[in-house]
């Protein structure tokens, strides 16, 4: 792990200040209540043994963490180079490169957790190629305010119609660039195969480990985990094998099997840097909660 001094004054003011105000409005949003059922509602299912006092404090400081996390998101495309390699801390960044080296392409998954909107920036400014691909949502001044930051930090953002994810996937690949992928999205049940979070079924999408299979595209998997400096240190496995047992169905489920394991372990070791507001474990399995026609590994994304 590299060792570097902290970010210049200027910029560590500049990030004070934008972390106080993202943290005051993240405790307002606490305060009236914003989300907070669900919240709550997922502390209980995945730490059952936390009393609920416990689980209240998590709470709470998911909402500081993410009111942070939003106002250094919108600072980072404005850092330098150098600013940027005294404020991050890589573990396993030769991991990265290892999978690069293997000229297929790179699928980068990482989730939810701690300032998973700078993960990619960072290594957009840092030469990466990378591109993220999103559904297109409806018109608002905070998504275009988001997708003009991730513009600006060097991010392509492809959005795409219903049904194109795996098209567009396919094609970032093959034109070299490092494929962003969020793993703990909740999916539709006709899309969705079901790896457990928290030893809980959880609707996930095939998609990396079918890309992997079809193009031969390395995986990692890549998070960020905040120093008590002020400094995040981003944490990078790999490269990921897909099993090849030729049970194609159990062999998709078993990768994003592990996925979710190693992000399960980084959510227990930092329960507060996960995003609990949205609702993980909403859609269910064939015969909890009513039909539907059951997932297929076919069906990407």
């Not at 914003?34 to 997922?42: A, E, G, S």
């Not at 960044?93 to 998954?109: D, H, Q, S, T």
């Not at 190629?129 to 275009?144: F, Q, V, Y």
Request: aromatic share 8%; glycine share 8%; charged share 30%.
């Amino acid at each position: 792990m590299t060792t570097v001094a902290g970010p210049p004054l200027m910029t560590r003011a500049l990030r004070r200040v934008l972390r106080a105000a993202g943290a005051m409005t993240a405790w307002l949003a606490w305060v009236l209540g914003v989300r907070r059922r669900i919240v709550l509602d997922n502390l209980r299912l995945a730490f059952p043994e936390k009393t609920p006092g416990e689980r209240r404090a998590i709470a709470r400081d998911t909402y500081r963490n993410l009111g942070r996390m939003a106002a250094e998101f919108l600072l980072v495309s404005r850092m330098t180079r150098e600013e940027l390699e005294r404020a991050f801390v890589y573990d396993g960044w030769e991991r990265y490169e290892a999978a690069r080296a293997r000229n297929k392409g790179v699928i980068a998954c990482t989730a939810h957790f701690g300032n998973f909107e700078m993960l990619a920036a960072v290594h957009a400014l840092r030469g990466v190629p990378m591109t993220m691909i999103s559904r297109r949502m409806g018109k608002s001044g905070a998504n275009d305010l988001w997708r003009r930051a991730r513009v600006r930090a060097g991010v392509e953002d492809l959005v795409v119609q219903k049904g194109e994810t795996l098209k567009a996937a396919r094609r970032a690949l093959e034109q070299g660039r490092v494929l962003g992928y969020v793993i703990d999205q909740n999916q539709p049940r006709r899309r969705a195969i079901f790896p457990s979070f928290f030893g809980v079924p959880a609707a996930t999408s095939p998609t990396p480990a079918i890309l992997a299979l079809r193009t031969g595209a390395a995986v990692v998997f890549s998070v960020t985990v905040p120093l008590e400096d002020g400094r995040h240190l981003v944490v990078i496995e790999g490269p990921l094998e897909v099993p090849d047992t030729g049970d194609r169905e159990r062999d998709v489920l078993a990768f994003m099997q592990d996925l979710n394991d190693r992000l399960e372990r980084r959510v227990r070791e930092h329960p507060d840097q996960w995003y609990w507001l949205h609702r993980r474990w909403k859609t269910r399995p064939e015969g909890e909660g009513g039909g539907g026609a059951r997932a297929s590994t076919e069906v990407a994304g």
